[in-house]
T-cell receptor, first 109, second 114 residues
Framework: GEDVEQSLFLSVREGDSSVINCTYT??????LYWYKQEPGAGLQLLTY?????DMKQDQRLTVLLNKKDKHLSLRIADTQTGDSAIYFC?????????FGAGTTVTVRA | DVKVTQSSRYLVKRTGEKVFLECVQD?????MFWYRQDPGLGLRLIYF???????EKGDIPEGYSVSREKKERFSLILESASTNQTSMYLC?????????????FGPGTRLTVL
């Protein structure tokens, strides 16, 4: 999606925190989502945040939303090898989601 | 366990062939979607459907058509396959008549057009 932008690659050491950033354009988006795609699989919803929230925490995942700057981030604490995947942020529109290009996260030992 | 299934994981077709990609969901979802996924471009929406026999064009509908005769099944048709349609095709479904909601994805079909 040209309206949702993410950096394409992130390399992180096992045990460190990962931060994946995303910018979006539709200020009317009700929800913003993070999806995860493991190798050879479809996408799975990882977490989401309602647009009137600033932060949401779910175990090792923290989502931060800056509505003024239209900036969304996903922080993964204590990154594990199983976190190696492509991460997509997405914003809602009528009936459909607009996805970013995806950030490939590689976890190195 | 909720499920979206796609008829093939891998498919190889020749230029000019008619190609059918099938998707079935067992969650009684109203909305169904077809995307293609290409490196560096992410997911791009081809077509979606919010009800039986209803369809709407997505961002890149050219060269594709769709069919939704039953609520659980959404088919993507390539009338005359071309090499630039070589891609990963992902089907998804979601509940609800307003907003995108959480989408559930199938495993994808990797189509190669020779």
């Amino acid at each position: 999606g040209e309206d949702v932008e993410q950096s394409l690659f992130l390399s992180v050491r096992e045990g460190d925190s990962s931060v994946i950033n995303c910018t979006y354009t539709d200020s009317s988006s009700t929800y913003l989502y993070w999806y995860k795609q493991e190798p050879g699989a479809g996408l799975q919803l990882l977490t989401y945040i309602f647009s009137n929230m600033d932060m949401k925490q779910d175990q090792r995942l923290t989502v931060l939303l800056n509505k003024k700057d239209k900036h969304l981030s996903l922080r993964i604490a204590d990154t594990q090898t199983g976190d190696s995947a492509i991460y997509f942020c997405a914003e809602t529109g009528d009936y459909k989601l607009s996805f970013g290009a995806g950030t490939t996260v590689t976890v190195r030992a | 366990d909720v499920k979206v299934t796609q008829s093939s994981r891998y498919l190889v077709k020749r230029t000019g062939e008619k190609v059918f990609l099938e998707c079935v969901q067992d969650m009684d979802h109203e909305n169904m979607f077809w995307y293609r996924q290409d490196p560096g471009l992410g997911l791009r929406l081809i077509y979606f459907s919010y009800d039986v026999k209803m369809k709407e064009k997505g961002d890149i509908p050219e060269g594709y058509s769709v069919s939704r005769e039953k609520k659980e099944r959404f088919s993507l048709i390539l009338e005359s396959a071309s090499t630039n349609q070589t891609s990963m095709y992902l089907c998804a479904s979601s509940h609800g008549t307003s907003g995108a909601g959480e989408q559930f994805f199938g495993p994808g079909t990797r189509l190669t057009v020779l």
